[in-house]
């Protein structure tokens, strides 16, 4: 009987927002950097063992974060990136919020110009699913990530339709857990300050 090993899903804290920079650039703000490090004073994370983030800097800051005290190198993984949403850039809040409501309830169109739902989800899916089909290392596994694909990813998981009804709670800085083995959600989601 193997070990039961856990993987992590957790979105990036706040960010310093700045429209003047492209989205993926932006970086985690200092409450962002305070959240991610309460995240590490949990029992359970001493069990991780492998640490993999996103390209986007918001992510690897994260994922610095919880892999550097454990001693581990942290292993980016671009397929791991938000919904491609370039196409518009920066949207203001109320703008955006409605830009990606129509995004989750359209999963096969292109809102405004962004990756479709549908590929975003397949992208993610296939991305954690290589992950953790080819981690070789022991402990459980973090992936540190962003909430729109993270909503993508649940709904795969639960065998549900893709729906915003899914997404992390407002603000970011969440995470859920499944079993590597099984891919069944053990908890969806949870802060990652608690």
């Not at 957790?10 to 995240?39: N, Y």
Request: proline letters at 6%; a negative charge; charged letters at 25%.
């Amino acid at each position: 009987m193997g070990t039961v090993r856990t993987a992590y899903f957790i979105t990036h804290a706040e960010v310093e927002i700045d429209p003047a920079i492209p989205v993926p650039q932006w970086r985690l703000s200092a409450k962002g950097r305070t959240r991610h490090e309460a995240f590490n004073r949990q029992g359970f994370v001493a069990g991780i063992g492998s640490v993999y983030a996103s390209d986007e800097r918001k992510a690897r800051d994260g994922g610095e974060i919880l892999a550097t005290p454990l001693g581990l190198k942290l292993q980016i993984v671009p397929a791991l990136h938000e919904n491609d949403r370039s196409a518009t850039g920066f949207l203001p809040p109320q703008e955006f919020e409605t830009t990606a409501d129509a995004f989750f309830a359209n999963p096969e169109q292109s809102i405004r110009g962004w990756e479709r739902a549908a590929d975003a989800q397949a992208r993610i899916v296939a991305a954690v699913t290589a992950i953790l089909d080819r981690d070789e290392g022991e402990g459980d596994i973090a992936l540190v990530a962003h909430g729109g694909v993270g909503a993508l990813l649940l709904c795969h998981l639960l065998s549900v339709p893709i729906d915003r009804r899914y997404d992390q709670p407002a603000g970011g800085g969440n995470y859920f857990a499944l079993d590597v083995a099984s891919r069944r959600v053990l908890h969806g989601w949870k802060p990652i300050d608690p």
